[in-house]
């Protein structure tokens, strides 16, 4: 009777979890028209499932730790030789800053979201890269866009070299996800 109460508790408590997680992503996880999933940020670490966790914000100042969280419509698959996985900071209308996965730091085939450290974290992705842009604004008020996007191969195409061809490989850019916040730059 005992392991009985207990095998029932250990499964209340495991559907609990996967529960949580599927409520985060139906909550805060949105896809729109074009295929592109949102993305949310917080001044402290988004963990998978935990957003309701955490205090959402769409406003930062320089001094303010920043990260993300980005969904991904589905999940991201696999990358075959010569595809990457791209992270591009726009402000105002500009690209400002562009950023590679490459290799082992390509995110796994099975996941559909990742958390990105942006801002004043300790643990800036790309070595504090994202950082370096913001802090290289202007005083004032900007408009900053996050962008997640993968290269998919589409096709080869064949180049004069010479007097050969070379055969190269074209990719299509895929967008994942996307979030735009406000940074005021102080």
């Known amino acids: ?18 529960s949580e997680d599927a409520w985060a992503k139906k909550k805060f996880k949105k896809v729109d028209s074009k295929g592109i999933a949102n993305m949310i940020f917080a001044s402290s670490g988004i963990g998978k499932g935990k957003e309701k966790r955490v205090t959402l914000k769409d406003t930062f100042t320089s001094g303010d730790k920043i990260y993300a969280r980005a969904y991904f419509p589905r999940k991201v698959g696999r990358f075959k030789r010569g595809e990457s996985c791209h992270v591009h900071i726009w402000v105002d209308g500009k690209v400002v800053w562009r950023g590679s996965y490459s290799g082992k730091s390509l995110p796994n085939a099975s996941w559909d979201q990742i958390q990105l450290y942006i801002h004043n974290t300790g643990d800036d992705d790309f070595k504090g890269g994202m950082s370096r842009a913001l802090k290289g604004l202007s005083t004032g008020k900007h408009k900053v866009t996050i962008t997640v996007l993968r290269d998919k191969f589409m096709k080869y195409k064949y180049v004069k070299a010479g007097k050969g061809v070379t055969k190269k490989p074209v990719y299509k850019p895929v967008y994942l996800s996307k979030g735009t916040f406000t940074y005021v730059a102080k």
């Open 1 to 18: 009777m005992r392991r009985k109460h207990l095998l029932f508790v250990a499964a209340l408590c495991a559907l609990c979890l996967i």
